[in-house]
C-alpha cells in the first residue's frame, strides 16, 4: 500500500437488534486484503458467520504462495467447510450463513472474490459502477424486466428481492463472482464495497456523496442511510480505498 493511498470502513446497526456485519483491512508487506460478509441467522449464528469467514478467509489467503486466484478461492472454500464445522459443533449454529467480498490490492491492481449480494463498486471520473455480480433474486428480477416479464415496480418492491441464491452456509456454494485477471485501477479512483443495507440509498446518490477522503466519504453515507429512516433498516457497513499517485524514486 503507498502511503497517498487512503482506506476506511465504518458500520451502523440501523433498527436490527443485532450487528451480523463485519468486516476488516489486512495490510500486508504484498498488499492490503479488505473482507467484508454479512451474516445471517440472528445474533449468535449471523454475527458469529461473519466474523469466522473473515478470519478464516484471511487465514487461508496468507497461508500460501500460490496464484491470488488459487488463494481467494481456497479462502472461500475453507471459510464455508469452518462454518459447516461450527454448525455440526454446535447444533444451533446449524442454520448460519454470510455473504463474502474480499479484494485484493497489489500496488494499481486488484482481484476479487465475491458470494451473495455484497456490492463492489468503482467510482472513477464521475461515474460509478457495479464490479461484482448480485447473487440476490433482484438481479434475477431486473433481467425480467429487462425481458418485459415483470414490470419495474413489482421488481423493486418484491419482499423476495433480496433473498440469496448463494451464500456461505456449509453448503455448497452455488454461484461465485471472481476476477480471473488482475482489475488496473486508475489513480483517484474509489472501490467501494458494502453490505446491501447501503442499497438503500441509489447509485445515484452514492455518488453524488462522493469526497476524496475516504473517512468523510463513509461517515456521510452511512449518516445518509440513518437519514433516509427505511423501516427496519439493515446493518450497513462501507469500505472505501483510494488509490492515490504512485510513489517514485530518483
Excluded at 495490510?27 to 449468535?44: A, I, P, Q
Excluded at 456449509?170 to 485501477?185: A, C, N, S, Y
Aim: net charge negative; hydrophobic share 35%; proline share 2%.
Amino acid at each position: 500500500m503507498s502511503s497517498s493511498d487512503k482506506v476506511f470502513g465504518a458500520q451502523i446497526q440501523g433498527d436490527r437488534k443485532f450487528q451480523e456485519d463485519a468486516f476488516q483491512i489486512e495490510k500486508r508487506d504484498e498488499g492490503v486484503l479488505l473482507v467484508l460478509c454479512d451474516g445471517m441467522g440472528g445474533h449468535s449464528g449471523g454475527n458469529q458467520a461473519s466474523k469466522l469467514a473473515i478470519a478464516t478467509f484471511i487465514d487461508s489467503f496468507f497461508s500460501t504462495s500460490d496464484s491470488l486466484t488459487s488463494r481467494l478461492r481456497a479462502g472461500v472454500e475453507e471459510a464455508n467447510n469452518r462454518i459447516l464445522q461450527a454448525g455440526v459443533e454446535n447444533p444451533e449454529l446449524n442454520k448460519m450463513g454470510t455473504t463474502l467480498l474480499a479484494v485484493f490490492v497489489q500496488n494499481s491492481q486488484i482481484n476479487w472474490i465475491s458470494v451473495g449480494d455484497s456490492p463492489l463498486w468503482l467510482i472513477r471520473g464521475g461515474n460509478i459502477q457495479r464490479l461484482n455480480a448480485n447473487h440476490s433474486l433482484a438481479a434475477v428480477f431486473e433481467e425480467m424486466v429487462k425481458t418485459g416479464h415483470m414490470s419495474a415496480e413489482d421488481a423493486a418492491t418484491d419482499p423476495n428481492r433480496h433473498s440469496l441464491r448463494s451464500s456461505l452456509s456449509g453448503d455448497e456454494i452455488k454461484l461465485i463472482d471472481e476476477r480471473e485477471t488482475p482489475f488496473e485501477l486508475q489513480v483517484g479512483d474509489c472501490l467501494l464495497l458494502a453490505s446491501d443495507g447501503l442499497e438503500t440509498l441509489p447509485e445515484q446518490k452514492i455518488l453524488d456523496l462522493w469526497q476524496s477522503e475516504p473517512d468523510r466519504y463513509i461517515e456521510m453515507l452511512l449518516d445518509a442511510v440513518e437519514q433516509a429512516g427505511k423501516e427496519n433498516q439493515d446493518n450497513t457497513s462501507a469500505l472505501c480505498y483510494l488509490l492515490g499517485q504512485t510513489e517514485t524514486t530518483n
